[in-house]
C-alpha cells in the first residue's frame, strides 16, 4: 500500500477556492490511479474525481464537474484537486485514495480504493 497525507482544507466562503494536496510515499506513485472522495456529516463518503496513471485522463462526479480540477506530478508523488466556485454543500472531510488494482480504468467506488489518507475538513460558509 501506499502512505497519503492530504493538506490545504480550511474555511472559505461560498464562491471561493482552495486547492487541496495529498503527499503520497511508499510505493511507485506511478502504479497508482489517484482519486479524491468526500464526506459530509452524517452522510456516506462519495466520488469526487479520478485520475489516471499519467495524468491523461480524469473522471469526476456530476456536482463538481466544471469547478474542481484534479491533477497530478509523479515526480512528485503528489496529486491535487483545485476547487473553484465552492459552494456550501461542497462542505465535508476530503480524503485522498489510491487504487492500486485498477489495471487503467478511472473508478469511482469507495470499495475500489485501497489506501486512504486521513482527510482534510473544507468548510464553505455561505
Known amino acids: 500500500q501506499v502512505q497519503l497525507v492530504e493538506s490545504g482544507g480550511g474555511l472559505v466562503q461560498a464562491g471561493g477556492s482552495l486547492r487541496l494536496s495529498c503527499a503520497a510515499s511508499?510505493?511507485?506513485?506511478?502504479?497508482?490511479?489517484m482519486g479524491w472522495f468526500r464526506q459530509a456529516p452524517g452522510k456516506e463518503r462519495e466520488f469526487v474525481a479520478a485520475?489516471?496513471?499519467?495524468?491523461?485522463?480524469?473522471m469526476y462526479a456530476d456536482s463538481v464537474k466544471g469547478r474542481f480540477t484534479i491533477s497530478r506530478d509523479n515526480p512528485k508523488n503528489s496529486v491535487d484537486l483545485q476547487m473553484n466556485s465552492l459552494k456550501a454543500e461542497d462542505t465535508a472531510v476530503y480524503y485522498c485514495a489510491a487504487d492500486g488494482l485498477s489495471g487503467g480504468g478511472l473508478r469511482s467506488l469507495v470499495s475500489a480504493y485501497d489506501s486512504w489518507g486521513q482527510g482534510t475538513q473544507v468548510t464553505v460558509s455561505s
Open positions: 511508499g510505493r511507485t506513485f506511478s502504479d497508482y490511479i
Open positions: 485520475i489516471s496513471w499519467s495524468g491523461g485522463s480524469t
